[in-house]
């Protein structure tokens, strides 16, 4: 999660909500990203999209059948379906977000009954600092 952090500390320092996520196979981080909407004109460019393209980039397969999807972020439902549609092997994230969080914060789209790919999730890893970075910047906006 701290690589994720990384990641979230240099999408801030270019002006992007700070979210940060890195994909891991066996121990080894494959692939990194975060928050790129405003640099690439792209509303799909979330920190989870980026890192997940970069990792199916690496593996020559768009299913991460392997793969550990760190965010600092609890995902939102478009990233959530794209992890079901990868077939991620499991999720780690950070700060839970109760206005827009597809993980059951706000929404239940992973894990869901009625799709068909599940996966591990773990929450709440670092949450403090996660949260703290998405804090300070919003406070920085507001002033």
């Not at 460019?45 to 760190?70: F, K, Q």
């Not at 609890?74 to 077939?87: K, L, Q, Y």
């Not at 700060?95 to 790919?117: I, M, Q, T, W, Y």
Request: aromatic letters at 4%.
């Amino acid at each position: 999660m701290q690589a994720g952090l990384d990641e979230a500390r240099l999408a801030a320092a270019a002006g992007e909500v700070p979210i940060g996520a890195v994909v891991v196979v066996r121990g080894e981080i494959i692939a990194r990203g975060q928050n790129r909407v405003l640099r690439d004109v792209d509303p799909t460019a979330h920190a989870e999209i980026v890192a997940m393209r970069a990792a199916a980039h690496v593996l020559g397969n768009y299913r991460l059948l392997d793969c550990e999807l760190y965010v600092t972020l609890e995902p939102c439902a478009m990233c959530s379906g794209a992890m079901v549609h990868s077939r991620l092997a499991r999720l780690i994230f950070g700060a839970a977000d109760p206005k827009a969080g597809a993980v059951g914060s706000a929404l239940e789209v992973l894990n869901h009954p009625r799709l068909n790919h599940k996966m591990a999730v773990t929450a709440g890893v670092l949450s403090e600092e996660c949260g703290a970075i998405l804090k300070e910047f919003f406070r920085a906006r507001r002033e």
